[in-house]
Each structure stands twice: as C-alpha cells, then as structure tokens.
C-alpha cells in the first residue's frame, strides 16, 4: 500500500535554533502534500498546501516566514520551522496525495513531534 | 467557514457496538472521512464515504451519511480494546478535494 514517511519522528532543539521535518512519498509520487499541526488533545490544523516544483499555500494566521515550506520532488516536502521557540512545539503530520490515482484518499505520515526548549 | 464538530468522549464495553457521530457545515464536500489515531502516532485512514452514497460497510465498519442534516456517523461492530484510539471526520474543503478539514476527534475507551 501507499506509505508515507516522515523524518525525524522527535526532535528536540534549543530556542532559536531551525528544524527540517521531512515527508516522503515511498511508493508513489506526489504533486500535492500537506503539513499539519496538532496540539495535544486538539485536532489537526492544516498549515500550508505543499505544491511540487511551485510556492507552497497557506492557510490563514500561518507566518510563511516561519515555517518554510519545500516541494522539490515529486516524492519529498520539507517543512522547516525557522527560529524555533516553545510555542512552536507540536506534532507535526503531513499527508500525500497520490498522484496516479484519483481515490479521494490521502496517506499521512506517522507524525513528528518537535520540542523547543 | 467550514467547521467539522465531533463529541469528545465515548466509552464502550468490549464487544458493544460504537458509534461515533460528525456534524458538518459544508454542503459541498466531496469525500467525508474516518481517520483513527493512536497515541503518539499519525493518522490512519479508516475509510472514506463519497457524498452520494447514504452507506458504506466495511467489515466491521458502517458510515451512515445523512447529507440533508449534514450528519456522518461510524458504527464499529463487536469494539475489541485495540479499537481505543482517537477517530477525526474529516471533510474535504470547499476548494480543494485533498484539503481536509479535522473534527476535534472523539477519544474511544473500550473497556475490558
């Protein structure tokens, strides 16, 4: 089946500091992924809108400044949170859109959890 | 704006029947969603229901979908405790088809 994998699963880094997450389409391409945000207890927050080979959309209140969004193959989004702070601390999911396909269905990555301290 | 609402809590005895139920806004979705999350993990695709479909079953999963009351519901047959988890309805947004708009999640516990 469609797997998506997400890298690191947990981090942990100093305020100040930026961190890569990656998200990668394992056996299928991808034009469209997605990040979200999850709080604890709390449900997901969709981030941004990864495009392959274009800019990445955002959902309203999301700094694009912040968190950077990049799309360069039709298997990897990359979201880096720049200039970590401990509010920035979260689970962060991304999904994947299987490109070949047209079955309404998204596959999301086992999540990462990123704390800032 | 699109809103997806859910209770938050549901509590079963090992082998009743769950059922977990979803309000919705947007009358122009395409694919509504079961999403099931177990602590400290991503999501997992349960199943998926197209909007002109009333039912769908799935082994031990049956989505009810009531388009005029915007209701989406997931009955879980014979729960067994390895079904304790979080379930998220999700729907896809109004200008996207893979934009998925998240209900708060309803925490099942399944009691032995």
């Known amino acids: 089946g469609a797997v998506v994998s997400q890298h690191p699963s947990w981090v942990i880094c100093k305020s100040g500091t930026s961190v890569k997450i990656e998200c990668r389409s394992l056996?299928?391409?991808?034009?469209?992924m997605f990040w979200y945000r999850q709080f604890p207890k709390q449900s997901l927050m969709l981030m941004a809108t990864s495009n392959e080979g274009s800019k990445a959309t955002y959902e309203q209140g999301v700094e694009k400044d912040k968190f950077l969004i990049n799309h360069a193959s039709l298997t990897l989004s990359t979201l880096t949170v720049t200039s970590a702070h401990p509010e920035d601390s979260s689970f962060y999911i991304c999904?994947?859109?299987?490109?070949?396909?047209?079955?309404?269905?998204?596959?999301f990555g086992e999540g990462s959890r990123l704390t800032v301290l | 704006g699109e809103d997806v609402e859910q209770s938050l809590f549901l509590s079963v005895r090992e082998g009743d029947s769950s059922v977990i139920n979803c309000t919705y806004t947007d009358s122009s979705s395409t694919y509504l969603y079961w999403y099931k999350q177990e602590p400290g993990a991503g999501l997992q695709l349960l199943t998926y229901i197209f909007s002109n479909m009333d039912m769908k079953q799935d082994q031990r999963l049956t989505v009810l979908l009531n388009k005029k009351d915007k209701h989406l519901s997931l009955r879980i047959a014979d729960t067994q405790t390895g079904d304790s988890a979080i379930y998220f309805c999700a729907e896809n947004g109004e200008d996207s088809s893979y934009k998925l708009i998240f209900g708060s999640g309803t925490r099942l516990l399944v009691r032995p």
């Open positions: 056996d299928f391409q991808a034009t469209t």
């Open positions: 999904s994947a859109q299987n490109s070949g396909k047209n079955t309404g269905e998204l596959f």
